[in-house]
């Protein structure tokens, strides 16, 4: 698939073929469910679990008599009624540490990537060379983005450090891209070198 590429400035600067492998894949809804639905699992943080009545460090022992002494029957210590008890229904911990085949992960983002430059979503551009935010957000006003955008350049250079300023703008290296955030933005602005990375990604 042969797309154009532009200068920041919205500039014709040629074409470039992009990898049918990694572009041209024909996307499934279940495929993109299951990365995503992973991604957001692996995402979740794992609750400290609380120390219940089995768990603290107190005597077993019987502290009174079970009648005649005034106070109600307990066996020991440990019940969460007392000062330095046991949590009564305390937070579990659960693990949110789902697997997937690293086959589909990498299918997922391939499929993601595919969506966009069949609808011609994709904005290929030479490279991220200006330094300035503001000057980054006017390039990306000709542009036409929108509001929200996904970078994912090659280079990680002063243009990469300079689109984390703005606001809507998620920035991605090629080795960091995930399936979600393609999906979750209106515009997708690649460089020519991220272009090549993601290629050599998927394809050795």
Excluded: C, Y
Excluded at 5 to 14: C, E, F, I
Excluded at 73 to 80: K, M, Q
């Amino acid at each position: 698939m042969k797309v154009k590429v532009q200068t920041l400035d919205a500039k014709a600067s040629g074409d470039i073929e992009l990898n049918d492998g990694v572009f041209a894949v024909e996307p499934r809804a279940d495929i993109l469910h299951r990365v995503v639905t992973w991604q957001l699992e692996k995402r979740r943080a794992t609750a400290r679990g609380t120390r219940e009545r089995a768990d603290v460090a107190r005597s077993g022992k019987k502290f009174g008599r079970q009648k005649g002494g005034g106070t109600a029957r307990h066996g020991d210590r440990r019940a969460p009624v007392f000062i330095g008890g046991g949590k009564a229904h305390g937070a579990r911990v659960r693990d949110f540490n789902p697997s997937l085949n690293k086959k589909i992960r990498a299918l997922g983002l391939k499929m993601a990537l595919s969506s966009h430059a069949k609808a011609g979503s994709l904005i290929v551009v030479d490279a991220f060379s200006t330094a300035k935010t503001a000057e980054l957000k006017a390039q990306f006003a000709k542009l036409g983005t929108g509001k929200t955008a996904l970078v994912i350049d090659g280079e990680a250079g002063n243009g990469f450090l300079a689109a984390r300023n703005l606001i809507g703008v998620n920035v991605l290296p090629p080795g960091g891209a995930t399936v979600d955030a393609p999906l979750n933005t209106a515009a997708r602005v690649v460089s020519r070198g991220a272009v090549e990375k993601l290629g050599a990604r998927f394809n050795g």
